[in-house]
């Protein structure tokens, strides 16, 4: 009688790592979460992090694969140093699969092999899925040499015009005692509290300010950034469509924070007009298991995503 086969499948971001259990037939068994999972973003922390999601998850099941995914998987050449020796070290004793959470991303909302998949949050990038792999990327870049219109760009874009409000390069805007309200008091002028703080801060952390310009958005120089982001959003994968050697209309999944805000929604608006089929990510720990999944041979259909994703906690 042959062994039923169990994996556990990882979304590990930077803020939170959630792990699954299941079985080659797709049926949940158990669940783990933990902190920040990321190893670029969280090296401290990551592996730690890891290990106890994946032991809350898998108990005292044997596993056959650990499916993990996460951003800069490839800046990683596919494995978190230290990770299998501290999953040893816990009882834990499986081969370990490291891939791109662009490709979760992507199986969290289909089970076709071919399109392109966008991640807009705190950074933004665009990929061709390819047979079930990715192929080019498109931006990606980082918050100094790109990422446009992602979260880190948006907030950046607040500040830069918050500043030129105050010293007179721009029109004056709702914008700047939004952003000013919740600094830290401090010597000197407002504009010097403001640039202390951004520059004092990690580059990325320019995100946080994003927020201000979609609680204002009726303001017109948050308009203007939030309809530029959608337009750079909307280049990228409009770019990451033309490298597809499939024919006929493109399907793209969009993920992400940004993406499902009204900038998302512009985006897949102009996607639909140009006749593609948009569909939305869910959980990435759908995309973790399926990719685990065919990676141990096991045939994946729609039905089955479906299945996995009725069953995601919602946040």
Do not use: K, Y
């Amino acid at each position: 009688m042959s062994t039923v086969r169990t994996l556990v499948a990882v979304d590990a971001g930077g803020t939170s790592t959630r792990a699954v259990l299941l079985d080659e037939h797709g049926t949940v068994l158990g669940r783990g979460t933990a902190g920040p999972g990321n190893p670029i973003s969280a090296p401290d922390e990551a592996v730690g992090n890891l290990v106890s999601a994946i032991a809350d998850a898998a108990g005292d099941t044997g596993l056959g694969l650990v499916a993990i995914t996460l951003a800069g998987a490839a800046t990683l050449g596919g494995q978190v140093p230290g990770l299998d020796g501290a999953l040893a070290d816990a009882g834990i004793e499986a081969p370990v699969l490291i891939e791109p959470d662009l490709l979760s991303a992507w199986f969290s909302a289909t089970t076709l092999t071919d399109g392109v998949v966008l991640v807009a949050g705190t950074g933004a990038v665009a990929a061709v899925v390819a047979d079930g792999q990715l192929g080019t990327l498109v931006d990606g870049c980082g918050w100094l040499l790109g990422d446009d219109g992602s979260g880190t760009w948006i907030g950046r874009r607040v500040v830069h015009d918050v500043l030129a409000s105050l010293d007179g390069r721009g029109p004056n805007t709702v914008l700047t005692p939004a952003l000013l309200d919740p600094l830290p008091a401090g010597e000197g002028s407002d504009r010097a509290r403001i640039i202390r703080h951004a520059m004092s801060s990690r580059p990325t952390a320019l995100a946080e300010f994003a927020r201000l310009a979609f609680e204002h958005a009726d303001d017109p120089v948050a308009t203007a950034i939030l309809d530029e982001a959608a337009e750079h959003l909307l280049h990228t994968v409009r770019t990451a469509c033309g490298h597809l050697t499939t024919t006929g209309a493109a399907t793209v999944v969009l993920a992400g924070g940004i993406a499902s805000t009204v900038v998302g929604d512009r985006v897949a608006a102009a996607l639909t007009s140009d006749g593609a089929s948009v569909m939305r990510a869910v959980d990435g720990t759908v995309g973790a298991a399926l990719i685990g999944l065919r990676h141990l041979g096991v045939a994946v259909d729609e039905p089955l995503r479906q299945r996995l994703a009725g069953l995601s906690p919602r946040e």
